[in-house]
């Protein structure tokens, strides 16, 4: 018998310079197949980042042998939306190798701002949900928790924004043009998912739980997977991304040898438009229904690989929920309930009771909000024929769930119909919120006013059935992504007041800066931080709009996506007051600001559309006007992203977070800009409350309702009547319904002239008076440049609470109970 040879060592990489520029030179040789004399920009870009990877590849390798050896608990985080920003500047720091940029640029002959050009966003997400699910991801690696995030791969993203004549135009995101060096394909390891067909009661099983399942079509989802690396430590986690893709028989070659073509790729482009957008439009059934089938396509592929890695070193079901925790970010990915239910009872065979035992104890959800429209519902039908399976899981999940609840309520017919997970009607629907609930361990919001409201309000039936389940984990958001990347000269600065870079992992250490409030040369110094971080956005501006900003205004900043909670028509109001009041009074004394907005409105929400074209209006008639325009700029920048936020947080002086009080779960925009030092204007809403409470109430504009003053006021209100009372207000909707701002057209805007004076839902108008009165308070103290500075640096200081690194260790302390796996150094 012959010995088995020793299985050969992977070469590790080199730590220096000359061994970073030595594989750079083989990895465009060999990888890229060209020369330093040929090379292209992608060439030299595509080097440079499968160079860098390398350093995450030799570290993933270790972090994958240290949890099969431990064999620990891992978190699986399922999320429709991944916003993980721009990668090279990232992984660079997180190698080490950030230093090495600029000669490594030279090396390859190409301008470092040429080579950061093609690295582009991976088009994963929208807006805050994606967002925070990258920060988790990212914390959980630096604190060496095993994870795994799940995803979808979508070919375009949501959509790039353009304008046209001041009108929002959707253009393709094709991020994968020149292919994304940071991405591995795993074609090998497709899953098959089925939709439609008929279900059958297994034959061998007396109670009918168990049926079979023949799905009339099928879809692959083809994985592929992107490296998530810790900040000081050596663990690299992933996130899993799944493509739809055809079935191998779905091209029909008989129809295209006749001409078909068309016809011949019917079912392709139909597989695979599963994948093709994030979040289609679902203005009409066509549009639902591939949006459904989104939402189950991710977690079909996702559960049989997570059930993969776990048999990888466990047998039999009942340890399943000591190994596997996996958290549902928001409803989207809900229906997981079901299919792992499905899995259980009719693939691997388990009794009903114990798979329900099973999945109940396995999974937990997070709710992203309040409001009625964005708790998913999906109509009884859709379901019945698009999973039949599935719903009839959901049938028998609802039915044990409320004799459960009949037993503990007896006689409380209106109990049941509030908490069943179909909700009756003249059309059946799911309620996928419910669902969540019924087949979670914990379910937590995500800042303490909104906790509350949740389980006051939103769930206050299940808060009142399980009390135990409810938690509250406030948001956060990295501080290496949204000061160290986004703001070095502040990351600097910093680190020169700490002594070192340890705030990064210890966010709570900023707290010392307090001490420095009292020290003039460094309150300089912050101060010239902030202008020279404006300069930059100034230049920014002006390349992609053509508009130029003062470096020394007040920047008032609104970057979130449109909303009608959110407000941005208050804030616009707010500006066409400002507008009105320089013209008639040109020697005014108003301090120069300039409003910019950022973020998109999705393609099918029309009146915010209308209202982005509002915002444009009105800036070309503020620019264009040689009298305001001196002391007043507003600019909307196209197609907001991770990459813009990191421009533009670091130079805002205001932070625009004013929503209706109880309308906003929790925002990470607030805080992001918090700790880059902007001083907030807000209402009582989301963590707007725990950031005043931490900055101190004399660091925060405080102004509007709070949430019972609005809940009240909702009751008998009147917009028309805040309208009439308030004459800077009726001048300023005034000023839009008589066309003012589109160059006489009456009609244009009349919808948003009718939306605010008619039902107002979200009481801009009611908030106004506030509203404007506090922005006179912000002019005020920005007048006092020491005074707005020592705000500004205690905004920072006393921000730390608000890093996702917190977050992730709540979640592992009250949900998760899950703990770190340490990897040891090469």
Same mark, same amino acid.
């Not at 798979?355 to 998913?376: D, G, K, M, Q, V």
């Not at 609470?801 to 949900?815: A, H, K, M």
């Given at each position: 018998m012959t010995e088995a040879r020793p299985r050969p060592k992977m070469r590790t990489v080199g730590g220096t310079l000359e061994d970073f520029e030595r594989d750079l030179i083989s990895n465009l040789y060999y990888q890229r197949g060209t020369t330093l004399e040929s090379a292209s920009g992608p060439d030299a870009y595509h080097t440079l980042a499968v160079t860098v990877r390398d350093r995450l590849v030799d570290?993933?390798?270790?972090?994958?042998?240290?949890?099969?050896?431990?064999?620990?608990?891992?978190?699986?985080?399922?999320?429709a939306e991944y916003l993980l920003g721009r990668q090279?500047?990232?992984?660079?720091?997180?190698?080490?190798?950030?230093?090495?940029?600029?000669?490594?640029?030279?090396?390859?002959?190409?301008?470092?701002?040429?080579?950061?050009?093609?690295?582009?966003?991976p088009g994963l997400g929208n807006g805050g949900l994606g967002r925070l699910a990258a920060c988790l991801l990212d914390s959980m690696a630096t604190l060496d928790i095993p994870a795994v995030g799940y995803g979808i791969r979508y070919e375009f993203g949501i959509f790039k924004q353009a304008f046209r004549d001041g009108a929002q135009v959707e253009r393709p995101d094709d991020w994968?043009?020149?292919?994304?060096?940071?991405?591995?394909?795993?074609?090998?390891?497709?899953?098959?998912?089925?939709?439609?067909?008929?279900?059958?009661?297994?034959?061998?099983?007396?109670?009918?739980?168990?049926?079979?399942?023949?799905?009339?079509?099928?879809?692959?989802?083809?994985?592929?997977?992107?490296?998530?690396?810790?900040?000081?430590?050596?663990?690299?986690?992933?996130?899993?991304?799944?493509?739809a893709r055809a079935s191998r028989e779905s091209f029909d070659l008989s129809r295209f040898s006749a001409g078909q073509y068309k016809e011949a790729v019917e079912d392709i482009v139909r597989a695979e438009n599963i994948s093709k957008v994030l979040y289609p439009d679902d203005s009409t059934e066509q549009g639902r229904e591939l949006r459904l089938k989104q939402q189950y396509f991710l977690v079909a592929c996702s559960l049989r690989d997570?059930?993969?890695?776990?048999?990888?070193?466990?047998?039999?079901?009942?340890?399943? @929920?000591? /190994?596997?925790?996996?958290?549902? +970010?928001?409803?989207? *990915?809900?229906?997981? %309930?079901?299919?792992?239910?499905?899995? =259980?009872?009719?693939?691997?065979?388990?009794?009903?009771?114990?798979?329900?035992?099973?999945?109940?104890?396995?999974?937990?959800?997070?709710?992203?909000?309040?409001?009625?429209?964005?708790?998913?519902?999906?109509?009884?039908?859709?379901?019945?024929?698009?999973?039949?399976?599935?719903?009839?899981?959901?049938?028998?999940?609802?039915?044990?769930?409320?004799?459960?609840?009949?037993?503990?309520?007896?006689?409380?017919?209106?109990?049941?119909?509030?908490?069943?997970?179909?909700?009756?009607?003249?059309?059946?629907?799911?309620?996928?919120a419910h669902l969540a609930v019924v087949g979670s361990t914990a379910v937590n919001g995500v800042a303490e006013l909104h906790t509350r409201l949740l389980t006051a309000t939103t769930l206050?039936?299940?808060?009142?059935?399980? @009390?135990? /389940?409810?938690?509250?984990?406030? +948001?956060?958001?990295? *501080?290496?992504?949204? %000061?160290?990347?986004?703001?070095?000269? =502040?990351?600097?600065?910093?680190?020169?007041?700490?002594?070192?870079?340890g705030w990064l992992t210890d966010l709570e250490r900023l707290e010392r800066l307090g001490d420095a409030v009292?020290?003039?040369?460094?309150?300089?110094?912050?101060?010239?931080?902030?202008?020279?971080n404006k300069v930059d956005l100034a230049r920014h501006v002006e390349r992609s709009t053509g508009v130029v900003i003062d470096p020394e205004a007040l920047c008032d900043v609104m970057i979130k996506r449109f909303h009608e909670y959110k407000r941005q028509h208050l804030k616009l109001l707010h500006v066409i007051t400002l507008f009105n009041r320089i013209r008639e009074n040109p020697d005014l004394d108003v301090v120069p600001r300039t409003v910019l907005f950022g973020g998109k409105a999705a393609p099918g929400y029309h009146a915010m559309k209308l209202l982005i074209h509002l915002v444009n209006a009105v800036a070309e008639a503020v620019d264009t006007d040689p009298v305001v325009s001196r002391r007043l700029k507003v600019v909307l920048l196209p197609d907001y992203n991770v990459t813009k936020a990191q421009f533009i947080i670091p130079a805002a002086d205001l932070s625009e977070q004013i929503s209706l009080a109880g309308k906003e779960a929790s925002g990470t925009g607030n805080m992001k800009l918090a700790l880059n030092g902007a001083v907030t204007i807000g209402t009582l809403d989301g963590a707007n409350i725990e950031i005043r409470d931490r900055v101190g109430a004399e660091n925060f504009f405080l102004f509007g309702l709070n949430t019972a003053d609005a809940a009240d006021l909702r009751r008998h209100y009147r917009p028309r009547a805040f309208y009439e009372q308030d004459p800077e207000l009726r001048a300023a909707v005034d000023a839009i319904a008589s066309g003012v701002f589109a160059k006489g057209d009456r009609a244009l805007f009349a919808p948003v002239v009718d939306a605010m004076l008619g039902r107002d839902e979200y009481l801009a108008l009611a908030d106004y008076r506030s509203y404007v009165d506090c922005q006179e308070a912000v002019a005020e103290a920005w007048r006092d440049?020491?005074?707005?500075?020592?705000?500004?640096?205690?905004?920072?200081?006393?921000?730390?609470?608000?890093?996702?690194?917190?977050?992730?260790?709540?979640?592992?302390?009250?949900?998760?109970?899950?703990?770190?796996?340490?990897?040891?150094?090469?």
């Open positions: 570290r993933y390798a270790r972090t994958a042998a240290a949890h099969y050896a431990a064999n620990p608990r891992f978190v699986y985080y399922l999320s090279l500047r990232q992984n660079l720091l997180y190698t080490g190798a950030e230093q090495w940029l600029r000669p490594v640029a030279e090396d390859l002959g190409a301008p470092l701002e040429e080579l950061e050009a093609y690295d582009v966003e994968t043009f020149y292919g994304n060096p940071w991405e591995f394909p795993a074609p090998d390891d497709r899953q098959v998912v089925g939709f439609y067909g008929t279900t059958a009661r297994a034959l061998d099983d007396p109670t009918g739980l168990r049926r079979q399942w023949t799905p009339g079509e099928t879809v692959r989802g083809e994985p592929s997977h992107m490296l998530v690396p810790g900040f000081g430590t050596q663990t690299v986690n992933m996130i899993r991304l799944w493509r997570i059930i993969r890695r776990y048999r990888l070193r466990n047998t039999g079901w009942d340890g399943f @929920p000591a /190994k596997v925790v996996i958290q549902l +970010n928001d409803t989207h *990915p809900v229906m997981a %309930i079901t299919e792992l239910m499905r899995l =259980l009872v009719d693939v691997y065979r388990v009794d009903w009771d114990l798979a329900w035992s099973i999945t109940r104890r396995t999974f937990n959800y997070t709710c992203h909000t309040l409001l009625p429209e964005a708790l998913e519902t999906w109509p009884v039908a859709l379901l019945e024929r698009l999973l039949p399976r599935h719903m009839e899981i959901i049938y028998s999940i609802n039915h044990f769930f409320l004799q459960e609840v009949a037993a503990t309520y007896p006689g409380d017919v209106d109990k049941l119909r509030r908490l069943s997970i179909i909700e009756e009607g003249s059309e059946r629907r799911v309620r996928m206050r039936d299940f808060a009142e059935l399980w @009390p135990y /389940k409810f938690h509250n984990v406030t +948001n956060g958001v990295t *501080p290496r992504r949204f %000061i160290r990347l986004a703001n070095p000269r =502040l990351s600097a600065l910093i680190t020169d007041r700490l002594g070192d870079e009292d020290d003039p040369e460094f309150l300089t110094r912050w101060r010239e931080v902030k202008r020279q440049q020491e005074r707005w500075t020592r705000m500004s640096v205690l905004n920072s200081a006393r921000s730390g609470f608000f890093s996702s690194d917190r977050t992730v260790r709540d979640y592992c302390d009250l949900i998760w109970r899950v703990e770190p796996v340490r990897v040891s150094p090469a």
